[in-house]
């Protein structure tokens, strides 16, 4: 098979609109319709305007419990002076009975006296039709009670079944065939070797179009072979509102999706303009959208979001729900393409009243970053960078109250602070621990520009060989210091230490191969510190600019058998069941934005920190000490 | 039955808290959880962190659709200088292939030529691991994916397949019995004669908790007798969660509901302070809730918002996530008690940046102000009025995105408005016209002060006896009227005439009963100026005081018999089948907010007035003329 190249990549906006056009000539966009009993029809789209039947309420009636009265009757009845009603002059009612005239008004229960069966004493006038619902006071016969389009709601169920509106028109629910193509691609259990790749999205993409209301079926795998595609599509076309294909809308060897489309029909539209998102078909067969998904889960995503959502609300007539708009400062200087729109996932908090975003993994295939998402922020094409401190427009897919209670946590790495965030979690669901993973230094500067609220830190000042207290003084004036924990860092090394590893004197060795972290980490400052002491040249270290995140991911590597020895914390050796030398102890403490000292949220947490809770947590891992936890230092503008 | 007086009143988040945590010391919040597949479980909330399995990847694989190369191979290759990589140093690859080493890196298929099966030029050099996904580089094994408490949207149900979780435990979904009571309530298609309620509430409350992901059930309406209702209650109260009994829980002579759960059980709260809502009873029975709803609809609502959502979301550990805030002016005086906490539902518009929101009906009965609310203002205890002109804070139930598009119409009431929304939403579903009848002068003085897009008016001049301009121009310097409607004023009189009006003269008879229009309408204007030029003393016409708010409601009060005769238009009485007696045509324009003439929505609304599709539906009714519509007056500020 032939290599495609892309048609000219396109605008997402014009590809939109030229498809939706394309859609709407088509007859695409056409309501079909159907007729439901209204009781059934919660969430569904009329189809047409309805009128009311009857009128609500149908008939004169009490609107409280009380005694029917003649309003006459009532005349010059005060608190000061009451007045006696006896038997003909009054009747118990109930609210929702019928007015009998010629009672024309109702007295309140709480508002009379009882004297006995045939006696009621009664202590204002009423004017006629006091305490009366008349009838159309809500609605009245032959009003219009809805436009076409109205998304029904529970009480609109109701307000037709009240004004006798027994069915209504509906827009029919889509149709939408899930297509999973690639001889690579299995169900997530059957995984068996590397190599197989989970067949995930279609979980994604189907999950995601149920939340809009659409009906969708998957298909099983089909094989990347040309005539299974045709075949499949050309059969599905007929039964279904929508067809997407995912994957195979690239230019690899094996992406038969445009010449599959091709054939069958006519694509409009071939690789978008966007970033993630870019191998992306949007096509006709038969009158029908037939869309080429990109196989990255955060590629498929933006595209679900860019074009199949517009499309689905553009045959529902309606308009999605469940988002907000905030306005928030960018934590970081972010790179964009110029030539390209890019749609970046953030995580969002509320910082001393502002918005702060940090944006999330940027590649295209991250699940992970979908999953942390609060929201996203669009660098539209034509910026290459969104400056740290920049405003911008974030699209919430959270409410607004949800972000609100967000804790940005930005620092160091350790498991102890996610299990920090699930023991917040379960004492208040209503918060969230965002973890920002970007070491010391990263934490430390957050602080400093109040972009977080808790900061994770072990900095060992290398004039001193103290922790943390000389590197906050020389950022911060005033500053509010948590101690936390102590814990092991040592060399992690494969399990039952095969090459014999005692020291951080074996890492010039030949045959090691040495895994990193990040510079500006504390792990890494610690790492010079101690080889500048032991006057060890990293130039002899091999591996020694090969990078790492995070612990877990360092230990990842070693485990993997791409490295020898690195680095990292005794609990992350003991979680990837490794061996661990240790080396030192040091000081991994929280910074604490001073304004978040005052919130209820901080409360929570050093009552947390101070928990049986907590610390039978942590000593159920190695190499922690908690002997100072929740000691606060606190340092003022002395100077 | 004795009738029960109202335990004190409580306020509301006192009665909530104090239920809460009564529940809570009961158990009941405990959550009860269960296992499911991971793709069963979109929209569930997990009962515990999540750790993920296997990493994602799990094995190096290529990140792009090219060649597999050794980066050694690559050195030196630039655009100007390429270099040919021969038979055994390249390999086509897929993207997700396996990484073979000892390959390291890959060329994108976009950078290279193929010059035959054996040689390919390429173009860049290219350091190891180069376009290669890594192993873990999405997440890592043993990384704690979601904290407890965590809702399922679609693309986390792929993480966690990716990452081989393939069950989760998720917290069971409440299961919850709702209990319609009362002796005059039948199913909606059962009403035969007046005084039979239908029993729509139920629905309302059903479709309301399975937005919520709430499992209903509904029980058959029971009889008012205090045995029938302790006998089903009880036995319900062993399989349901929570149990809702709707109504009987005010304090009329067969609202047992406060006598049952006293028996059963024991009651926490009997009267909120809240209107509406007041009504309701919260009771724990076997250690469940127990809640009496109130039967008005609107309190109904208000206590599914305040009591029944926040024990919901307590028990799932979640918040909801499809509400805005905004901040928006009042357009009205708003009296609110003292005493009570009100909830205010409203229609919300953006006007020149700012947002406005028109209070719609209040009562606690209405079904209508549900279905047309964009959102919901407190107004709280302590606060006796709300300022024309004064923010606050609304709570949107509808995105803010969709309120941005909202067209506010204030002013005089025509049938040919409801068919003009209609219409506009049929050429742009994203539009809604939101109506605010208040009559002539409200719609005027909307424009003045800006509360308003456009204003329906027919305002007669008595000086002059010309339309509209002469008031417009009292008020306004720079104004846009659009010329919309003449239409034809007269006496709506029952079908038949067979009292034999034919003039204004007879509304004097002793034997006829007037219905009027509200102070400040145009009819109202209209009809005074007729009657004071024919020197009619407006004290001889019985029923002069009595006001209806819109034609529909005056033309349904003579259908039913409650008056003879109103001055309406000509196409509300063919709408309900009645009488007309022709006097005078008037003219109806409309007044439109200068800055909105702007605006693509005023274009739209243009377009429509001079489309054949409008003046098509507007001549099936009779008594209107189109001919000037659609001529706009400008006024400047030439004074």
Redesign the interface.
């Known amino acids: 098979m032939e290599?495609k190249i892309y048609l000219k990549k396109q605008d997402v906006d014009m590809a939109l609109k030229l498809y939706k056009d394309r859609l709407y000539e088509a007859g695409f966009f056409t309501p079909r319709t159907e007729t439901l009993p209204?009781?059934k029809a919660?969430?569904r789209v009329l189809a047409k305007?309805v009128y009311a039947n009857?009128?609500?309420?149908?008939?004169n009636s009490a609107?409280m419990?009380g005694i029917f009265v003649r309003s006459c009757d009532t005349v010059g009845a005060t608190k000061t002076n009451p007045k006696i009603l006896t038997q003909g002059q009054f009747k118990?009612v109930?609210?929702?009975?019928?007015l009998e005239p010629p009672f024309d008004a109702v007295i309140m229960?709480?508002n009379l006296h009882i004297v006995d069966d045939n006696h009621i004493q009664i202590f204002e006038s009423v004017p006629p039709f006091h305490n009366i619902?008349l009838?159309?006071?809500?609605?009245?016969?032959?009003?219009?009670?809805?436009?076409?389009?109205h998304r029904l709601?529970?009480?609109?169920?109701?307000?037709l079944?009240?004004s006798?509106v027994?069915e209504v028109e509906v827009i029919k629910k889509m149709n939408v065939l899930v297509i999973p193509t690639?001889d690579?691609v299995v169900p997530?259990?059957s995984?068996v070797y590397?190599?197989l790749?989970?067949e995930?999205?279609s979980?994604?993409?189907?999950?995601?179009l149920?939340?809009l209301d659409v009906t969708v079926h998957i298909h099983p795998p089909v094989q990347d072979c040309f005539e299974s595609i045709v075949s499949v599509v050309s059969q599905a076309i007929s039964c279904y509102d929508m067809v997407l294909i995912n994957a195979g809308s690239?230019?690899?060897?094996?992406?038969y999706s445009y010449h599959v489309l091709s054939k069958l029909g006519q694509v409009i539209a071939h690789g978008l303009n966007i970033r993630p998102g870019k191998p992306t078909i949007l096509a006709l067969v038969n009158d029908k959208p037939v869309i080429g998904l990109p196989?990255?889960?955060g590629s498929c995503?933006v595209v679900l979001e860019q074009i199949v959502k517009p499309i689905v609300f553009?045959k529902y007539?309606?308009?999605?729900?469940?988002?907000?708009?905030v306005e928030a400062i960018s934590t970081r200087r972010i790179f964009s393409s110029i030539s390209e729109d890019e749609i970046i996932r953030v995580s969002l908090s509320k910082i001393n009243d502002k918005y702060v975003f940090v944006p999330l993994?940027r590649?295209a295939?991250?699940?992970?970053a979908?999953?942390k998402m609060d929201g996203t922020v669009i660098v539209p094409k034509g910026t290459e960078v969104l400056d740290e401190g920049q405003k911008v427009i974030v699209k919430t897919c959270?409410?607004?109250?949800?972000i609100d209670k967000n804790i940005l946590f930005v620092g160091s790495n350790d498991?102890l602070i996610?299990?920090l965030?699930?023991l917040?979690?379960?004492k208040d669901?209503?918060l969230?621990?965002n973890i920002a993973n970007v070491g010391s230094m990263g934490g430390l500067m957050a602080i400093a520009k109040g972009y977080a609220h808790i900061g994770g830190i072990h900095l060992l000042d290398l004039d001193c060989g103290e922790y943390n207290l000389p590197y906050v003084r020389k950022y911060l004036k005033n500053f509010v210091l948590v101690k936390f924990i102590k814990r092991n860092q040592g060399l992690i090394v494969q399990k039952s230490n095969p090459k014999g590893i005692k020291a951080l004197e074996d890492l010039t060795r030949e045959d090691i191969r040495f895994v990193n972290r990040q510079k500006a980490s504390g792990t890494r400052i610690l790492l010079d510190y101690h080889l500048s002491k032991l006057g060890i040249d990293t130039s002899q270290i091999s591996g020694y600019d090969d990078e790492e995140f995070?612990h877990?991911?360092l230990?990842?590597?070693i485990k993997?058998g791409?490295a020898d020895a690195g680095l990292g914390i005794a609990s992350v050796a003991q979680?990837?069941d490794l061996d661990f030398i240790p080396l030192f102890w040091e000081e991994y403490d929280l910074l604490v934005l001073p304004e978040f000292t005052k919130d209820y949220r901080f409360q929570l947490i050093m009552n947390l920190i101070l928990s049986e809770e907590f610390r039978n947590s942590a000593l159920t891992w190695q190499g922690y000490d908690l002997s100072d936890a929740g000691i606060v230092i606190r340092g003022d503008d002395i100077d």
Chains 1, 2 share one sequence.
Not at 54 to 59: A, D, E, R
Not at 250 to 255: C, I, K, L, Q, V
Not at 398 to 402: A, F, G, H, L
Request: glycine content about 8%; some cysteine; charged content about 25%.
């Open positions: 290599r209204t009781i919660l969430g305007s009857k009128s609500v309420p149908t008939y609107a419990d118990f109930n609210t929702g009975n019928v229960i709480e619902r009838v159309g006071e809500d609605l009245c016969e032959k009003d219009m009670i809805f436009t076409r389009y709601k529970a009480y609109d169920l109701s307000l079944l009240a006798g027994l690639g690579e997530p259990e995984i590397d190599g790749i989970p995930t999205n979980t994604l993409i189907a999950n995601y149920k939340e690239s230019a690899g060897s094996f992406d196989g990255y889960p995503f553009e007539k309606t308009l999605p729900s469940n988002e907000g708009i993994k590649g295939a991250t699940m992970e979908l999953t959270k409410s607004i109250e949800e498991p996610s299990i965030a699930d917040i979690k379960a669901f209503t969230n621990l995070t877990i991911n230990a990842l590597k993997k791409l979680i990837m």
